[in-house]
């Protein structure tokens, strides 16, 4: 069964540093997404992406974060300056449709984020 | 601004007993209500969608647009059912699916 993988599963940063998140959505997926949940809080929705582009973003997507579908099959995340509350789980989620009777996302199994 | 609330942080049942996981929303338009769950150690998944209709794993969902809620239900709680519960609305107009605060479910033998 297809599914969106995620790499890597843990990743470690200075704070100040770039870091670059990368997902693999399921091969006929058209709509993208990525969400944060930092440890023991909700899953924080940061950005909606179709037709390479930006379809909606969060309060917290801010100048620090970019997203990009560099290839058609890739879908990254990418913070500049990683910031020490940047620490949280991250997962990307895709979706053939918006509406309608089989709709559904289908969810990575994230990456850890530990900014130090 | 697009608003979902699930007001029960935490809710533990004992197998055998009903339970109904709350959420309510506000959001422009009509969206379509989902509800996912994640299991200990698994991926957020979907566990069924408001258009469908359907019963899932013996859980169903009414959408009740006057008061914009979307309770998620089971008559008879089994401790499988123990995991974390997500409502989601979906906005068509930008593509803007986020989810409530989450709610973790407990069923005790």
């Known amino acids: 069964e297809p599914e969106v993988t995620q790499t890597p599963s843990h990743q470690v940063t200075q704070m100040g540093q770039e870091v670059i998140l990368r997902c693999v959505p399921i091969?006929?997926?058209?709509?993208f997404y990525w969400y944060r949940q930092i440890l023991g809080q909700k899953v924080e929705f940061l950005v909606s992406?179709?037709?390479?582009?930006?379809?909606?973003k969060s309060e917290i997507f801010d100048d620090q974060f970019s997203v990009e579908r560099p290839d058609g099959s890739n879908f990254t995340l990418k913070i500049r300056s990683t910031k020490l509350e940047d620490s949280a789980m991250y997962f990307c989620?895709?979706?053939?449709?918006?509406?309608?009777?089989?709709?559904?996302?289908?969810f990575g199994q994230g990456t850890r984020l530990t900014v130090v | 601004a697009q608003r979902v609330t699930q007001p029960e942080k935490l809710l533990s049942v004992f197998k055998g007993a009903p339970v109904e996981l709350k959420c309510n929303y506000s959001?422009?338009?009509?969206?379509?209500l989902f509800w996912y769950v994640q299991y200990s150690r698994q991926r957020l998944q979907l566990l069924l969608r408001?258009?469908s209709r359907e019963s899932i794993k013996g859980f169903t969902a009414d959408l009740n647009k006057g008061e914009t809620s979307f309770h998620l239900k089971k008559p008879f709680a089994q401790e499988e059912d123990s995991a974390m519960y997500y409502c989601?609305?979906?906005?068509?107009?930008?593509?803007?699916?986020?989810f409530g605060a989450g709610t973790r479910l407990t069923v005790k033998p």
């Open positions: 992406f179709y037709n390479n582009e930006i379809s909606e």
């Open positions: 989620a895709s979706s053939e449709t918006l509406a309608g009777l089989n709709t559904e996302a289908f």
């Open positions: 091969s006929n997926h058209l709509y």
């Open positions: 959001y422009s338009g009509s969206p379509e």
């Open positions: 408001h258009i």
């Open positions: 989601a609305p979906i906005s068509y107009n930008n593509n803007d699916m986020r």
